[in-house]
């Protein structure tokens, strides 16, 4: 157990940046998910009606990098629904002329060759007949594809081009090429690279079923306290109902995580230690996160139970969010980063945003980065020298289109239903000791 007089964790001399906090993380997660496999994930599974799919690749994050075995477009074809034509048989002089019409290309199969002399339909996307050297849109025809039909009952038909057609007609016009999008052997994904759905739809289009994918970092979120209880438990005196739990949890779902949660409902260290030692081997988390017990009390199980794992506790200048803790557990699954985060609920909430996910979001491009406006603070507002100030805030659209920044409530980290009401935290700054209103800071959304 940890000597708790040793332990205080809000001295001025002891706090460090978020920064200096936010690259501590980045070495502990650095290891940690690198400790991922990969795995083979269908594009698009084809999933029962209303089952939930575990396997869908869109926003994953792939394991190689993959190139293109075909070449797309794989044919030249038309841009336009239209004629094809050979330039040879267009007036250099911008006026009306006609040409026979020799056929009709059809789609999904090859055109075969343009007589010479002659003008064969094209439809968008039908692959060019050889010979041909552009395509006309039937826009600049004067009977447009009523020809086809007179074609069908076997008359012979021309087709009559408006001087336009003469006029704008030059070598590949609206033809797209073989290989124009993407040349074969080309890389369509580099590894490391988010699934998105443009990048899956390219790889379909290129034939791909499958793609090699990064493991999901699996979170352990453990919520500790002998004052917890969950719902459906009746209360007595002192105790309330977990709410870090779903927090956590819903926020580690935003990264991209695959989530485990428990309550540790104990402040006796020994019996943390050997409940969490099972979790840890349940589960094999690649990030572990506990809320709670690590702040100056008598009664700090994680601090205690997890000081002599090299697990390190100090305080960071912010609020809410002060105190934390990090390390890196060596388990017989590889390392896991250990996040010990403060049992106040906004205080989890804080530092999941602030610090957490700057970190996660610089490492795995699959975890989606802070967001970020400006804004214009509607009240006066003042924050603790030295230290930033995350102020829950709803947003309103300004005269000047900034949205403005109206605080609901104040700054304590108990008041879990005003972060509920609040679309963003407004970032005072630690120089920010009186924030006149009107004043521009920025702000991030929840
Ligand atoms: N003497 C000092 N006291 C405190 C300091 C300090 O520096 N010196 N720091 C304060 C700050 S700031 C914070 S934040 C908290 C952090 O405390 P802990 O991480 O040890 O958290 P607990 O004491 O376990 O809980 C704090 C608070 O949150 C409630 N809680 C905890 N878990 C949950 C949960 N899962 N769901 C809902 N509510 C939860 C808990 O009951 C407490 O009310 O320490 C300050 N004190
Ligand atoms: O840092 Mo604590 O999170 O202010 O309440």
Same mark, same amino acid.
């Given at each position: 157990?940890?000597?708790?007089?040793?332990?205080?964790?809000?001295?001025?001399?002891?706090?460090?940046?978020?920064?200096?906090?936010?690259?501590?993380?980045?070495?502990?997660?650095?290891?940690?998910?690198? +400790?991922?496999?990969?795995?083979?994930?269908?594009?698009?599974?084809?999933?029962?009606?209303?089952?939930?799919?575990?396997?869908?690749?869109?926003?994953?994050?792939?394991?190689?990098?993959?190139?293109?075995?075909?070449?797309?477009?794989?044919?030249? +074809?038309?841009?336009?629904?239209?004629?094809?034509?050979?330039?040879?048989?267009?007036?250099?002089?911008?006026?009306?002329?006609?040409?026979?019409?020799?056929?009709?290309?059809?789609?999904?199969?090859?055109?075969?060759?343009?007589?010479?002399?002659?003008?064969?339909?094209?439809?968008?996307?039908?692959?060019?007949?050889?010979?041909?050297?552009?395509?006309?849109?039937?826009?600049?025809?004067?009977?447009?594809?009523?020809?086809? +039909?007179?074609?069908?009952?076997?008359?012979?038909?021309?087709?009559?081009?408006?001087?336009?057609?003469?006029?704008? $007609? #030059?070598?590949?016009?609206?033809?797209?090429?073989?290989?124009?999008?993407?040349?074969?052997?080309?890389?369509?994904?580099?590894?490391?690279?988010?699934?998105?759905?443009?990048?899956?739809?390219?790889?379909?289009?290129?034939?791909?079923?499958?793609?090699?994918?990064?493991?999901?970092?699996?979170?352990?979120?453990?919520?500790?306290?002998?004052?917890?209880?969950?719902?459906?438990?009746?209360?007595?005196?002192?105790?309330?109902?977990?709410?870090?739990?779903?927090?956590?949890?819903?926020?580690? #779902?935003?990264?991209?995580?695959?989530?485990?949660?428990?309550?540790?409902?104990?402040?006796?260290?020994?019996?943390?230690?050997?409940?969490?030692?099972?979790?840890?081997?349940?589960?094999?988390?690649?990030?572990?996160?506990?809320?709670?017990?690590?702040?100056?009390?008598?009664?700090?199980?994680?601090?205690?139970?997890?000081?002599?794992?090299? $697990?390190?506790?100090?305080?960071?200048?912010?609020?809410?969010?002060?105190?934390?803790?990090?390390?890196?557990?060596?388990?017989?699954?590889?390392?896991?980063?250990?996040?010990?985060?403060?049992?106040?609920?906004?205080?989890?909430?804080?530092?999941?945003?602030?610090?957490?996910?700057?970190?996660?979001?610089?490492?795995?491009?699959?975890?989606?980065?802070?967001?970020?406006?400006?804004?214009?603070?509607?009240?006066?507002?003042?924050?603790?020298?030295?230290?930033?100030?995350?102020?829950?805030?709803?947003?309103?659209?300004?005269?000047?289109?900034?949205?403005?920044?109206?605080?609901?409530?104040?700054?304590?980290? #108990?008041?879990?239903?005003?972060?509920?009401?609040?679309?963003?935290?407004?970032?005072?700054?630690?120089?920010?000791?009186?924030?006149?209103?009107?004043?521009?800071?920025?702000?991030?959304?929840?």
């Amino acid at each position: 157990m940890a000597d708790q007089s040793t332990s205080s964790t809000s001295s001025a001399a002891e706090r460090v940046s978020l920064e200096v906090h936010i690259a501590r993380l980045r070495e502990i997660l650095g290891p940690a998910l690198a +400790n991922r496999r990969s795995e083979t994930l269908q594009l698009h599974p084809q999933v029962p009606q209303g089952a939930h799919s575990q396997g869908c690749a869109a926003g994953r994050v792939s394991a190689a990098a993959v190139t293109a075995p075909v070449a797309l477009p794989g044919f030249d +074809n038309s841009q336009m629904d239209g004629f094809a034509v050979r330039l040879t048989d267009v007036p250099e002089a911008a006026r009306p002329f006609s040409l026979p019409l020799g056929g009709v290309a059809p789609a999904g199969a090859a055109a075969g060759e343009l007589p010479a002399g002659q003008c064969m339909a094209v439809m968008t996307g039908a692959p060019i007949p050889a010979g041909a050297e552009a395509v006309i849109p039937v826009e600049q025809t004067t009977e447009g594809f009523a020809v086809l +039909n007179a074609l069908r009952c076997g008359d012979e038909v021309s087709v009559h081009f408006t001087e336009t057609a003469a006029e704008q $007609v #030059h070598a590949g016009r609206f033809i797209r090429q073989r290989g124009s999008d993407v040349a074969a052997g080309e890389t369509l994904l580099r590894e490391q690279q988010v699934l998105t759905p443009a990048a899956l739809g390219l790889l379909a289009a290129c034939g791909i079923s499958q793609v090699e994918v990064v493991e999901r970092v699996r979170t352990l979120v453990v919520a500790t306290g002998q004052e917890l209880r969950q719902p459906g438990d009746p209360l007595r005196t002192g105790e309330l109902y977990d709410a870090n739990t779903p927090l956590v949890a819903a926020v580690c #779902h935003g990264f991209g995580h695959t989530v485990h949660t428990a309550t540790v409902a104990s402040d006796e260290p020994d019996e943390f230690q050997s409940a969490f030692q099972d979790l840890l081997a349940r589960h094999r988390p690649h990030l572990v996160i506990t809320a709670g017990g690590i702040s100056a009390g008598a009664f700090e199980v994680v601090r205690q139970a997890l000081s002599a794992q090299g $697990v390190r506790f100090g305080a960071v200048a912010q609020q809410p969010g002060g105190p934390q803790g990090w390390g890196l557990l060596l388990g017989s699954a590889g390392p896991a980063a250990m996040v010990a985060l403060p049992g106040n609920p906004v205080s989890c909430a804080v530092s999941l945003e602030t610090l957490l996910r700057p970190a996660l979001a610089s490492l795995d491009p699959g975890c989606p980065p802070q967001r970020r406006i400006w804004t214009t603070v509607g009240e006066p507002l003042s924050s603790p020298a030295g230290t930033r100030q995350f102020r829950r805030v709803e947003l309103s659209t300004g005269d000047d289109g900034t949205p403005t920044a109206l605080p609901v409530g104040g700054p304590s980290s #108990h008041l879990l239903g005003h972060l509920a009401r609040a679309q963003a935290l407004l970032e005072l700054r630690e120089d920010d000791t009186d924030v006149p209103a009107g004043t521009r800071r920025e702000a991030i959304l929840l």
